[in-house]
């Protein structure tokens, strides 16, 4: 692997923590759902004499961060497609939420369906380096379910782990139970969970009732969670970059202090969300090299505390194709240097709210090119080359050596799909776009034999969960 960027020091870092842990026990989070003040009471916690604040002790934090795992198991339908998170690790994932379709051919939106995601996860199931498939939020399925409708279709269409959404505690217990269907039992599930989950902080540090009844679901079927920090600079999160790293540094061990102390163990992501406001327009920006320092700055707190990273990567303010490329690489290219362990935001488009078919392409395509770089030399004796390069010196080639032979699938150089490497003179005899390409893969793609159906029995189960879930909640 090639050396990690870094942007702080190891006093900056300690600093951002020592700042991060008085702001955690003199300011608190508020918190005031009474089930969870009382076994973060039992932890350490300090409970404010309105009872609307959790304040948390260095000795709190430090113990809970204890119990948060290095490294935890994203399974899959396949089990070829497991993932394990843990510092070091590169994955990528598909955004998540978009509530539109953007196609960069035609430059149009339109509202995005339950065909479009189930689209998506096909394509996830065939890109080789989109890992993580999502749910998003269809328009042409009844709002009242759509998100357990998408965690069914999900578990029916993909082969990879998905991120499951939800809109309320009251939906989620639906969606799990189809999980655990799925997985082949509860306990089954536990061990290998198919499904990652979200557990909330709003900005700035504020946990709502419902999100804690939440994280008490997710942690009894034993699900990793990614607590999004969306702190926007200047608006909700303070104005300089050491203050807004400070309050997402304070929110992550807040989050994870909580997650840890109700359910001890979970697997969770340090993973930002972040946009600066833009104080001459009032508009947020997802994308801009504030951004990144802090996207940076977070990972090394990542570390720090040998947690793994998550951030994404995907998500820009563009619409623009030739922006949204440029933007993409340099994002990913940051992203694999810090050695974030999941990028995100695969396919979208205007700060997530749009996705695209070919954004997800292209995004495939990058990570290829910065897997392949990430992973540096291979150097021993014999990959030195110095035998070789003495034996082909009169020869003048080294296309037929012994060391290309051999080499040639062990070390394979990296072959783009969609980018196009042909001279001017050929490229003008079919003068085609990076887009237009994208799309081709796309149709080619959709166009492959969809998953093996689930067995009979997993099918009528859902349908049944599927059913009492509607009849509820409608």
């Known amino acids: 692997m090639l050396p990690v960027l870094s942007v702080l020091t190891k006093d900056e870092i300690l600093k951002i923590h020592e700042a991060s842990l008085e702001v955690l026990e003199k300011t608190g989070v508020l918190l005031s759902h009474p089930g969870a003040q009382e076994k973060l009471a039992a932890q350490g916690a300090r409970i404010s004499d309105d009872q609307k604040r959790v304040f948390m002790p260095r000795a709190f934090i430090e113990k809970m961060l ?150 008490l679901l997710w942690g009894e079927y034993g699900i990793p969670l990614r607590v999004p920090i969306t702190a926007l600079c200047g608006a909700n999160a303070p104005f300089t970059l050491a203050g807004a790293l400070t309050q997402i540094n304070a929110e992550f061990l807040s989050s994870t202090a909580i997650i840890e102390a109700l359910c001890p163990g979970l697997g969770v992501w340090y993973y930002n969300l972040l946009q600066v406001l833009e104080m001459k327009s009032g508009r947020s920006v997802a994308n801009g090299p504030e951004l990144m320092l802090l996207y940076a700055g977070a990972a090394d707190m990542a570390r720090h505390y040998n947690i793994p990273s998550t951030f994404s990567s995907g998500t820009l303010t563009d619409t623009q194709g030739h922006q949204a490329m440029y933007h993409y690489g340099s994002t990913q290219t940051m992203a694999t240097l810090m050695q974030i362990t999941e990028q995100g935001g695969a396919g979208s488009v205007q700060a997530a709210a749009f996705y695209s078919h070919q954004a997800l392409v292209l995004i495939d395509e990058s990570m290829g090119y910065l897997k392949k770089m990430a992973a540096g030399y291979n150097i021993n004796d014999e990959t030195l080359g ?68 689930l067995a009979p029995e997993v099918t009528r189960e859902l349908d049944k969960i599927m059913a009492a879930a509607e009849k509820e909640l409608k």
């Open 386 to 453: 110095v035998k070789d390069i003495d034996d082909c010196l009169e020869k003048g080639e080294y296309i037929s050596s012994r060391l290309t032979m051999k080499y040639l699938r062990q070390e394979p150089h990296y072959r783009p799909s969609v980018m196009d490497w042909r001279q001017l003179p050929n490229w003008e005899e079919k003068p085609d776009t990076i887009i237009e390409r994208a799309e081709a893969k796309v149709r080619e793609i959709l166009a492959r034999p969809k998953p093996e159906p």
């Open 66 to 215: 204890k119990l948060a795992p290095a490294s935890f198991i994203c399974a899959a339908r396949e089990a070829r497609f497991d993932l394990e998170m843990k510092l070091g690790n590169l994955f990528m994932r598909q955004v998540g939420g978009p509530i539109a379709l953007f196609d960069f051919v035609t430059n149009k939106t339109s509202p995005l369906t339950f065909k479009d995601n189930m689209e998506a996860a096909h394509l996830v199931n065939h890109l080789p380096h989109i890992d993580v498939t999502t749910c998003m939020t269809p328009q042409d399925i009844d709002p009242s379910t759509y998100d357990i409708a998408v965690v069914k279709g999900l578990l029916e269409n993909s082969l990879k782990h998905f991120w499951a959404l939800t809109t309320h505690s009251s939906h989620l217990k639906y969606e799990l139970e189809m999980a655990a269907v799925a997985a082949g039992g509860k306990e089954q599930l536990k061990k290998r969970p198919l499904i990652s989950g979200i557990f909330c902080v709003i900005d700035p540090l504020r946990y709502p009732d419902d999100e804690i009844d939440r994280l």
